[in-house]
């Protein structure tokens, strides 16, 4: 069979396409026998198809210019993005999507995980490409509702860092006006970076402060902040993966069903930028620690009093006063949690990642991560890997 002709309409100087790409050429190393077209000038992505006669397209749809000239064309098409962009569902056309109700609760529940109880999102202002960011804005809100807690939102008329003093006036203002210590989710990496950087030239201290979280995981960007960022993984490697093995389909005949696909987050990537315990009650916060670094040591109730000497029946008013759960039920999430991880970043068999988070039974802790998650470990490793 000859060589067959892709064309990645992608542009590689974002993150989240660059991830596509790591996930197209993993699919290509292991599967597929492509000449790959990229285009290294982002405002030069769209061949002359007619005249580089592609086999198939692989496209982030976010791009209007782009999603106009491929509606219509004769060559397979897969597209992708945040949601919404330019993608139009009568087209026919395979779309795949990320899960921006999932990215933000992810944010949500490790902002609430670590003590805060006073929250911020901030996001860009709308236009037709970004709509991600308002259903991340709503999604984040909505998570905190159902805990009892509201939150503070800014997008601002300026995002771009080429408008440098006038986004750091806007964020300025916004963070004068929240209360403090507050838990803030970014709509992405970028805007985190913007939050972080203007913490820094106000003197607010993060994480104690102001605790930020982005979304993208972009790795060099987010480890060269100050202090390092953590990040909602979102699963775009897997989605550039999944993308290729489709259009490989259609490129041998075969008909694309279901039209839209939503790809699952696959978790927070923790680093120094939420690293903190919001909790004034001593006992509780050195009960919260404890639990954090040991859980998967096979820890019991009685290690945990010891790590914080109060009686039994007060430390559990306490978690559930505070936590809204049992210390029990504390400690296995952080349990499944990082099971979550392992399932999702290595090959380790089921049984091992049981015994890595202290389950001496494969069989009950599959039990315990169903109940948690809503599928079985390997269900949740099959829609977290390509």
Same mark, same amino acid.
């Given at each position: 069979?000859?060589?067959? /002709?892709?064309?990645?309409? @992608?542009?590689?100087?974002?993150?989240?396409?660059?991830?596509?790409? &790591?996930?197209?050429?993993?699919?290509?190393?292991?599967?597929?026998?492509?000449?790959?077209? @990229? =285009?290294?000038?982002?405002?030069?992505?769209?061949?002359?198809?007619? =005249?580089?006669?592609?086999?198939?397209?692989?496209?982030?749809?976010?791009?209007?210019?782009?999603?106009?000239?491929?509606?219509?064309?004769?060559?397979?098409?897969?597209?992708?993005?945040?949601?919404?962009?330019?993608?139009?569902?009568?087209?026919?056309?395979?779309?795949?999507?990320?899960?921006?109700?999932?990215?933000?609760?992810?944010?949500?529940?490790?902002?609430? &995980?670590?003590?805060?109880? !006073?929250?911020?999102?901030?996001? #860009?202002?709308?236009?037709? @490409?970004?709509? %991600?960011?308002?259903?991340?804005?709503?999604?984040?809100?909505?998570?905190?509702? +159902? $805990?009892?807690?509201?939150?503070?939102?800014?997008?601002? !008329?300026?995002?771009?860092?080429?408008?440098? !003093?006038?986004?750091?006036?806007?964020?300025?203002? %916004?963070?004068?006006?929240? /209360?403090?210590?507050?838990?803030?989710?970014?709509?992405?990496?970028? !805007?985190?970076?913007?939050?972080?950087?203007?913490?820094? +030239? *106000?003197? #607010?201290?993060?994480?104690?402060?102001?605790?930020?979280?982005?979304?993208?995981?972009? +790795?060099?960007?987010? =480890?060269?902040?100050?202090?390092?960022?953590?990040?909602?993984?979102?699963?775009?490697?897997? *989605?550039?993966?999944?993308?290729?093995?489709?259009?490989?389909?259609?490129?041998?005949?075969?008909?694309?069903?279901?039209?839209?696909?939503?790809?699952?987050?696959? &978790?927070?990537? $923790?680093?120094?930028?939420?690293?903190? #315990?919001?909790?004034?009650?001593?006992?509780?916060?050195?009960?919260?620690?404890?639990?954090?670094?040991?859980?998967?040591?096979?820890?019991?109730?009685?290690?945990?009093? =010891?790590?914080?000497?109060?009686?039994?029946?007060?430390?559990?008013?306490?978690?559930?006063?505070?936590?809204?759960?049992?210390?029990?039920? +504390? @400690?296995?999430?952080?349990?499944?949690?990082?099971? &979550?991880?392992?399932?999702?970043?290595?090959?380790?068999?089921?049984?091992?990642?049981?015994?890595?988070?202290?389950?001496?039974?494969?069989?009950?802790?599959?039990?315990?991560?169903?109940?948690?998650?809503?599928?079985?470990?390997?269900?949740?490793?099959?829609?977290?890997?390509?």
């Amino acid at each position: 069979m000859p060589q067959r /002709r892709v064309a990645l309409i @992608i542009d590689a100087s974002k993150p989240y396409d660059r991830k596509i790409i &790591g996930g197209v050429a993993s699919y290509v190393r292991l599967h597929a026998d492509w000449s790959l077209y @990229i =285009e290294e000038d982002p405002l030069q992505k769209l061949p002359d198809l007619r =005249e580089w006669q592609a086999d198939g397209i692989v496209s982030n749809f976010d791009d209007p210019t782009v999603a106009k000239a491929l509606t219509g064309v004769d060559t397979p098409v897969v597209g992708m993005g945040g949601g919404y962009g330019s993608y139009d569902p009568a087209s026919r056309v395979p779309y795949f999507a990320t899960d921006n109700d999932k990215i933000a609760q992810l944010a949500a529940e490790h902002l609430i &995980g670590h003590g805060f109880r !006073r929250f911020a999102y901030c996001g #860009l202002r709308r236009n037709s @490409i970004n709509r %991600w960011s308002e259903e991340r804005a709503d999604a984040f809100k909505r998570r905190l509702r +159902e $805990s009892g807690y509201s939150c503070s939102v800014l997008t601002g !008329r300026h995002s771009s860092a080429r408008k440098w !003093r006038q986004v750091q006036q806007e964020l300025s203002a %916004w963070l004068r006006s929240l /209360r403090l210590p507050v838990g803030l989710m970014a709509c992405n990496d970028a !805007r985190a970076r913007h939050v972080l950087e203007v913490c820094r +030239e *106000m003197g #607010l201290r993060v994480p104690d402060d102001v605790a930020v979280i982005g979304v993208d995981n972009d +790795e060099m960007m987010c =480890e060269l902040t100050s202090p390092p960022l953590s990040s909602v993984e979102q699963g775009v490697r897997r *989605m550039g993966f999944q993308a290729a093995a489709l259009l490989d389909r259609l490129m041998a005949g075969a008909r694309a069903s279901p039209l839209r696909y939503v790809i699952q987050p696959e &978790g927070v990537v $923790s680093r120094q930028s939420t690293d903190t #315990l919001v909790i004034e009650d001593a006992d509780l916060a050195a009960a919260l620690q404890f639990i954090r670094r040991h859980a998967c040591d096979g820890i019991c109730l009685a290690d945990v009093l =010891e790590a914080a000497p109060v009686c039994c029946s007060t430390l559990a008013k306490r978690f559930r006063t505070v936590l809204g759960r049992t210390i029990h039920a +504390e @400690i296995q999430r952080v349990q499944m949690e990082r099971a &979550g991880q392992l399932l999702a970043q290595t090959n380790l068999p089921i049984k091992t990642v049981a015994r890595r988070v202290a389950f001496k039974s494969s069989q009950y802790f599959s039990t315990v991560f169903r109940r948690t998650t809503g599928c079985t470990p390997a269900e949740y490793r099959r829609d977290r890997r390509p």
